[in-house]
């Protein structure tokens, strides 16, 4: 059983930066790939990027490319997803995932542990 956290997120203006966090606690050892999902009423949830296990590799949607980090610091068992140059479009509810294996998967029914979201907002 794993556990995730998220927490960070808030609201901005527009062009400023965020950077959220997500904690896993429990059977951490059983992570690999973790990753950012986010959603707005009446949408489904949307890929934004993946890390794996080793944070070599990574992959992101087109959307938030050049503008959005994945990191990971597997001693604290946390991800982060660094927003910068935010947009509008970028508020959402924004939630971590992880996976047991290794896929740079985008799609959200390959993630096991899922966190409760955090909120993030972008004021015009």
């Known amino acids: 059983q794993v556990t995730l956290v998220e927490s960070g997120g808030g609201t901005v203006e527009v062009g400023g930066s965020l950077r959220l966090s997500c904690a896993a606690s429990?059977?951490?050892?059983?992570?690999?790939?973790m990753a950012w999902f986010r959603q707005t009423p009446g949408s489904e949830r949307e890929f934004v990027a993946v890390?794996?296990?080793?944070?070599?590799?990574?992959h992101y949607t087109d959307s938030i490319k050049d503008r959005f980090t994945i990191s990971r610091d597997n001693a604290k068992s946390t991800v982060y997803l660094q927003m910068n140059s935010m947009e509008p479009w970028d508020t959402a509810l924004y939630y971590c995932a992880a996976s047991d294996y290794y896929s740079l998967s985008s799609q959200y029914y390959t993630y096991r542990s899922w966190g409760q979201g955090t909120q993030v907002t972008v004021s015009s």
């Open positions: 429990g059977r951490t050892s059983s992570l690999h790939d």
């Open positions: 890390i794996s296990w080793s944070g070599d590799n990574t």
